[in-house]
């Protein structure tokens, strides 16, 4: 299988109430098969999930990452970990103060996987193609330096392919395998994209068709509590 990354160029600033799959579909060229990764900033700018903070104290947000919050795992000086509604486990409830106007904070969506079908629906309605849609945002990883996309939502592409059942390239037979795909997606767009190039969308094309289902981050990739080793 050999993929592509193309990173979607010159879409405008998004405001609340903005149509994101008008404007992608009004500035990307689609082919059936694609997945378009869109970074959960625009969702959120889209879905008016931003709120006011004071841009002369940098701990002000703090008070919306204590409302998003679920959960406070632990602290260490200004770092709060936290449990979302959503179900992820990571800084500061998601709150960012990157790529948005002073003196606002970003939330994440209130159900990305919602607004991945959203996206995903409007680009089939002008486009009448079978496409997949990632919403994607930046976590770091506990045991790991360093920060990599992840999917927080998806629509019409599998969250987790389960490779149990099938066999290694020496005839094995896979007892524990699945793999999260969705979140390689994710990973793989960001290296197109980037965290200051201002390219909020990306495509992915030539993925495994068999991966074009539907599917849910909250029901296929969020760990339940009697799964979880560490909470």
């Known amino acids: 299988m050999t993929i592509s990354l193309i990173p979607v160029q010159g879409l405008p600033e998004i405001h609340p109430g903005d149509d994101l ?5 009004a500035h990307a060229e689609l082919a059936a098969g694609d997945v378009v990764v869109v970074t959960q900033k625009v969702v959120s700018k889209a879905e008016g999930r931003l709120v006011a903070v004071d841009p002369d104290d940098p701990l002000s ?3 919306h990452v204590e409302a998003e919050a679920v959960r406070v795992l632990r602290r260490r000086g200004d770092l709060v970990m936290t449990e979302t509604r959503h179900g992820f486990v990571c800084a500061n409830s998601g709150v960012d103060l990157s790529n948005v ?13 919602r607004s991945a079908r959203w996206i995903r629906d409007g680009l089939h309605a002008r486009t009448g ?7 994607s945002d930046t976590f770091g990883r506990t045991w790991r330096r360093g920060v990599t996309d992840v ?8 969250g987790v392919v389960d490779l149990r059942g099938t066999t ?15 979140d390689e997606l994710a990973a793989a767009a960001e290296l197109v994209m980037g965290k200051a190039a ?7 094309r030539g993925v495994e068709p068999t991966w074009l289902r539907e599917s849910s981050v909250r029901a296929e990739i969020v760990r339940p509590y009697h799964e979880d080793l560490f909470r």
Do not use: M, N
Not at 129 to 135: I, P, T
Not at 151 to 158: H, K, L, N, P, S
Not at 198 to 204: R, S, Y
């Open 168 to 182: 290694d390239a020496l005839g094995r037979e896979l007892a524990v395998t699945e793999v999260c795909v969705a």
């Open 21 to 25: 799959a008008q404007i992608i579909s």
């Open 101 to 113: 106007a002073e003196g606002w904070a970003a939330l994440l969506p209130l159900d990305p996987d």
């Open 151 to 158: 999917a927080i939502g998806t629509a019409g592409v599998a």
């Open 198 to 204: 201002g390219v909020p969308v990306a495509i992915i």
């Open 129 to 135: 193609l079978r496409l997949g849609v990632v919403v």
């Open 61 to 63: 947000h703090k008070v």
